[in-house]
């Protein structure tokens, strides 16, 4: 079982920047950043396998910017230029994989609230 513990949310006016961490109690293949907004479906923002192959939505290219440190379990999405479209709830997904079965664990998440 893997907790993970989102922080650095908040309110942010828009062009500015915020840095989410997550800190998972353990280890993981890749762990991802998600965010959703009410009565809408959870869409993926970026992730990390390993310690350096990174993903990232369409929509945060070049502004968001996903990395790990293994050392800590913890991974961070430094967020710039922030427009208010990125106003969400931003939830952490670990990924563990043993035996090749893969377990999806995720945190409470942390909300960002960008406005004009």
């Known amino acids: 079982q893997v907790q993970l513990v989102e922080s650095g949310g908040g309110l942010v006016q828009a062009g500015g920047s915020l840095k989410l961490s997550c800190t998972a109690s353990?280890?993981?293949?890749?762990m991802n950043w998600y965010r959703q907004t009410p009565g809408n479906e959870r869409d993926f923002v970026a992730g990390i396998i390993g310690g350096s192959s990174t993903n990232y939505a369409d929509s945060v290219k070049g502004r968001f910017t996903v990395s790990r440190d293994d050392a800590t379990n913890t991974v961070y999405l430094p967020m710039d230029s922030l427009n208010p479209e990125a106003t969400a709830t931003y939830c952490c997904?670990?990924?563990?994989?043993?035996?090749?079965?893969?377990?999806?664990?995720w945190g409470q998440g942390t909300h960002v609230t960008v406005y004009s």
């Open positions: 997904n670990a990924v563990t994989v043993t035996d090749r079965h893969s377990k999806n664990y």
């Open positions: 353990g280890s993981a293949s890749a």
